[in-house]
Protein backbone atom coordinates (compact mmCIF):
# COMPACT_ATOMS: atom_id res chain seq x y z
CA UNK A 1 0.00 0.00 0.00
CA UNK A 2 1.87 3.20 -1.02
CA UNK A 3 2.62 5.35 2.04
CA UNK A 4 3.57 9.21 2.83
CA UNK A 5 7.02 8.87 3.80
CA UNK A 6 8.58 11.34 6.59
CA UNK A 7 12.16 12.03 8.26
CA UNK A 8 13.49 12.69 10.46
CA UNK A 9 11.10 10.46 12.92
CA UNK A 10 12.31 12.78 15.77
CA UNK A 11 14.21 16.03 15.71
CA UNK A 12 15.83 17.96 18.54
CA UNK A 13 16.42 21.73 17.48
CA UNK A 14 17.84 24.81 19.31
CA UNK A 15 15.16 27.83 19.84
CA UNK A 16 15.92 29.86 17.14
CA UNK A 17 17.73 27.71 14.57
CA UNK A 18 15.82 26.69 11.58
CA UNK A 19 14.40 23.47 11.02
CA UNK A 20 13.26 21.41 7.43
CA UNK A 21 10.88 18.67 7.73
CA UNK A 22 10.52 16.50 5.03
CA UNK A 23 8.08 14.29 3.37
CA UNK A 24 7.74 12.53 -0.29
CA UNK A 25 3.98 12.26 -0.67
CA UNK A 26 2.33 9.22 -2.66
CA UNK A 27 3.66 10.12 -5.92
CA UNK A 28 0.19 10.29 -8.12
CA UNK A 29 -0.79 12.91 -5.24
CA UNK A 30 -1.43 15.63 -6.37
CA UNK A 31 -2.42 18.06 -3.26
CA UNK A 32 -0.21 18.10 0.26
CA UNK A 33 -0.42 19.39 3.24
CA UNK A 34 1.30 19.69 6.80
CA UNK A 35 -0.85 19.20 10.09
CA UNK A 36 0.46 19.64 13.46
CA UNK A 37 -0.40 17.76 16.92
CA UNK A 38 0.95 19.62 20.45
CA UNK A 39 1.38 16.39 22.99
CA UNK A 40 -2.32 15.65 23.72
CA UNK A 41 -4.32 18.01 21.60
CA UNK A 42 -6.21 17.62 18.77
CA UNK A 43 -4.61 17.72 15.27
CA UNK A 44 -4.56 21.07 13.55
CA UNK A 45 -3.92 22.08 9.79
CA UNK A 46 -1.56 24.20 9.00
CA UNK A 47 -1.07 24.76 5.01
CA UNK A 48 -2.55 23.10 2.01
CA UNK A 49 -0.32 22.81 -1.37
CA UNK A 50 -1.32 22.99 -4.79
CA UNK A 51 -0.20 23.45 -8.18
CA UNK A 52 3.05 24.32 -7.14
CA UNK A 53 1.67 26.97 -4.69
CA UNK A 54 0.00 27.66 -1.20
CA UNK A 55 -3.80 27.54 -1.88
CA UNK A 56 -4.66 28.02 2.21
CA UNK A 57 -2.88 28.56 5.37
CA UNK A 58 -4.14 28.67 9.05
CA UNK A 59 -3.36 31.33 11.03
CA UNK A 60 -0.67 29.18 12.64
CA UNK A 61 1.21 29.23 9.34
CA UNK A 62 3.13 32.76 9.73
CA UNK A 63 5.83 34.36 8.11
CA UNK A 64 8.20 31.93 9.85
CA UNK A 65 6.80 28.87 8.14
CA UNK A 66 7.10 28.16 4.68
CA UNK A 67 6.50 24.82 2.76
CA UNK A 68 8.16 24.25 -0.75
CA UNK A 69 8.10 21.08 -3.57
CA UNK A 70 12.15 21.26 -4.86
CA UNK A 71 11.84 18.54 -6.84
CA UNK A 72 8.36 17.06 -7.69
CA UNK A 73 8.49 14.69 -5.63
CA UNK A 74 9.53 15.99 -1.88
CA UNK A 75 7.47 18.33 0.16
CA UNK A 76 9.03 20.44 2.98
CA UNK A 77 7.95 22.64 5.68
CA UNK A 78 10.59 25.05 7.26
CA UNK A 79 10.87 26.76 10.51
CA UNK A 80 12.89 29.73 9.98
CA UNK A 81 13.23 30.38 13.87
CA UNK A 82 12.07 27.96 15.61
CA UNK A 83 10.23 28.97 19.44
CA UNK A 84 9.56 26.69 22.81
CA UNK A 85 5.72 26.55 21.19
CA UNK A 86 6.60 25.05 18.27
CA UNK A 87 7.32 21.70 19.52
CA UNK A 88 4.95 19.36 18.53
CA UNK A 89 4.49 16.43 16.31
CA UNK A 90 4.07 17.13 12.31
CA UNK A 91 2.40 15.04 10.14
CA UNK A 92 2.62 15.56 6.46
CA UNK A 93 -0.43 14.22 4.07
CA UNK A 94 -1.23 13.66 0.49
CA UNK A 95 -4.17 13.33 -1.18
CA UNK A 96 -5.68 12.71 -4.89
CA UNK A 97 -8.09 15.97 -6.11
CA UNK A 98 -11.72 15.44 -5.55
CA UNK A 99 -14.22 15.59 -3.24
CA UNK A 100 -14.69 11.52 -3.15
CA UNK A 101 -10.62 11.15 -2.80
CA UNK A 102 -11.31 11.10 0.92
CA UNK A 103 -10.50 7.73 0.92
CA UNK A 104 -6.71 8.85 -0.80
CA UNK A 105 -5.85 11.40 2.04
CA UNK A 106 -2.96 9.88 3.24
CA UNK A 107 -1.14 10.76 6.38
CA UNK A 108 2.78 9.84 7.15
CA UNK A 109 3.81 8.31 10.65
CA UNK A 110 4.98 12.56 11.49
CA UNK A 111 7.87 14.08 12.49
CA UNK A 112 8.22 15.02 16.92
CA UNK A 113 10.01 18.10 16.85
CA UNK A 114 11.04 19.15 20.36
CA UNK A 115 12.99 22.45 20.62
CA UNK A 116 14.87 23.03 23.68
CA UNK B 1 -17.83 28.01 14.12
CA UNK B 2 -14.75 26.37 12.74
CA UNK B 3 -14.62 24.25 15.42
CA UNK B 4 -15.64 20.33 15.50
CA UNK B 5 -16.63 18.97 19.37
CA UNK B 6 -15.75 15.47 20.39
CA UNK B 7 -16.84 13.94 23.59
CA UNK B 8 -15.96 11.71 25.88
CA UNK B 9 -12.29 12.83 26.38
CA UNK B 10 -11.27 9.41 27.31
CA UNK B 11 -13.31 5.83 27.20
CA UNK B 12 -13.49 2.59 28.79
CA UNK B 13 -14.84 -0.06 27.28
CA UNK B 14 -14.91 -4.17 28.14
CA UNK B 15 -14.18 -6.31 25.73
CA UNK B 16 -17.00 -7.16 23.64
CA UNK B 17 -18.77 -4.08 24.65
CA UNK B 18 -19.75 -1.08 22.41
CA UNK B 19 -18.29 2.04 22.54
CA UNK B 20 -19.85 5.07 21.48
CA UNK B 21 -18.23 8.55 20.48
CA UNK B 22 -20.09 11.82 19.48
CA UNK B 23 -19.13 15.10 17.83
CA UNK B 24 -21.16 18.41 16.84
CA UNK B 25 -20.44 21.05 14.45
CA UNK B 26 -21.85 24.16 13.53
CA UNK B 27 -20.43 25.04 10.49
CA UNK B 28 -23.25 24.36 7.76
CA UNK B 29 -20.72 24.38 5.09
CA UNK B 30 -19.24 20.86 6.11
CA UNK B 31 -20.17 18.09 4.13
CA UNK B 32 -18.20 15.12 4.78
CA UNK B 33 -17.00 13.90 8.19
CA UNK B 34 -14.59 11.09 8.40
CA UNK B 35 -13.53 9.45 11.56
CA UNK B 36 -9.48 8.62 11.68
CA UNK B 37 -7.90 6.55 14.22
CA UNK B 38 -4.84 7.11 15.75
CA UNK B 39 -2.15 4.69 17.46
CA UNK B 40 0.92 6.25 19.69
CA UNK B 41 3.48 7.44 17.18
CA UNK B 42 1.69 7.43 14.12
CA UNK B 43 -0.06 9.21 12.06
CA UNK B 44 -3.81 9.23 11.65
CA UNK B 45 -5.88 6.53 9.48
CA UNK B 46 -8.98 6.97 7.79
CA UNK B 47 -11.16 4.62 9.35
CA UNK B 48 -14.71 5.53 7.86
CA UNK B 49 -17.01 8.66 6.44
CA UNK B 50 -19.93 9.70 5.54
CA UNK B 51 -21.48 12.32 4.18
CA UNK B 52 -25.00 13.95 5.17
CA UNK B 53 -27.06 12.66 2.49
CA UNK B 54 -26.79 9.54 4.80
CA UNK B 55 -27.91 9.08 8.18
CA UNK B 56 -25.56 5.62 8.90
CA UNK B 57 -23.12 4.07 7.51
CA UNK B 58 -21.36 0.76 8.48
CA UNK B 59 -18.54 -1.03 7.80
CA UNK B 60 -18.06 -4.34 9.55
CA UNK B 61 -17.83 -3.03 13.60
CA UNK B 62 -17.66 0.32 12.83
CA UNK B 63 -20.78 2.59 12.37
CA UNK B 64 -21.60 6.22 12.15
CA UNK B 65 -24.67 7.47 12.73
CA UNK B 66 -25.59 10.98 10.94
CA UNK B 67 -28.08 13.61 12.29
CA UNK B 68 -27.95 16.49 10.08
CA UNK B 69 -30.90 18.34 11.53
CA UNK B 70 -29.11 18.20 15.06
CA UNK B 71 -25.22 18.75 13.03
CA UNK B 72 -24.06 15.57 15.53
CA UNK B 73 -22.54 12.36 14.05
CA UNK B 74 -21.44 9.39 16.43
CA UNK B 75 -18.86 6.57 15.72
CA UNK B 76 -20.35 3.46 17.08
CA UNK B 77 -17.85 0.38 17.69
CA UNK B 78 -19.45 -2.86 18.09
CA UNK B 79 -18.10 -5.78 19.83
CA UNK B 80 -14.77 -3.91 21.14
CA UNK B 81 -11.51 -5.49 20.84
CA UNK B 82 -8.52 -4.59 22.88
CA UNK B 83 -6.91 -4.02 19.01
CA UNK B 84 -9.43 -1.05 19.15
CA UNK B 85 -7.57 0.89 21.91
CA UNK B 86 -6.35 4.16 20.48
CA UNK B 87 -7.18 7.61 19.95
CA UNK B 88 -10.16 8.54 17.90
CA UNK B 89 -10.63 12.15 16.35
CA UNK B 90 -13.78 12.70 14.39
CA UNK B 91 -12.76 15.64 11.71
CA UNK B 92 -14.93 17.53 8.80
CA UNK B 93 -14.48 18.99 5.35
CA UNK B 94 -16.30 21.73 4.11
CA UNK B 95 -18.00 21.85 0.11
CA UNK B 96 -16.40 25.00 -0.43
CA UNK B 97 -12.66 25.56 -1.60
CA UNK B 98 -10.64 23.29 -3.48
CA UNK B 99 -8.45 22.56 -0.29
CA UNK B 100 -10.33 20.41 1.23
CA UNK B 101 -8.24 20.95 4.71
CA UNK B 102 -9.87 18.54 8.14
CA UNK B 103 -11.51 20.08 10.81
CA UNK B 104 -10.50 17.75 13.79
CA UNK B 105 -12.08 17.21 17.07
CA UNK B 106 -10.22 16.96 20.01
CA UNK B 107 -10.22 13.11 20.27
CA UNK B 108 -11.27 10.34 22.18
CA UNK B 109 -8.75 7.69 23.74
CA UNK B 110 -10.75 4.57 24.29
CA UNK B 111 -9.61 1.99 25.95
CA UNK B 112 -10.58 -1.66 25.57
CA UNK B 113 -9.99 -4.13 28.63
CA UNK B 114 -10.28 -7.70 28.77
Known amino acids: EPEVTQTPSHQVTQMGQEVILRCVPI?????FYWYRQILGQKVEFLVS????????KSEIFDDQFSVERPDGSNFTLKIRSTKLEDSAMYFC??????????????FGSGTRLTVV | QQQVKQSPQSLIVQKGGISIINCAYE??????FPWYQQFPGKGPALLIA?????SEKKEGRFTISFNKSAKQFSLHIMDSQPGDSATYFC?????????????FGTGTRLQVTL
Open chain 1, 93 to 106: ASRWPGQGAIYGYT
Open chain 1, 27 to 31: SNHLY
Open chain 1, 49 to 56: FYNNEISE
Open chain 2, 27 to 32: NTAFDY
Open chain 2, 50 to 54: IRPDV
Open chain 2, 91 to 103: AAIPNTGTASKLT
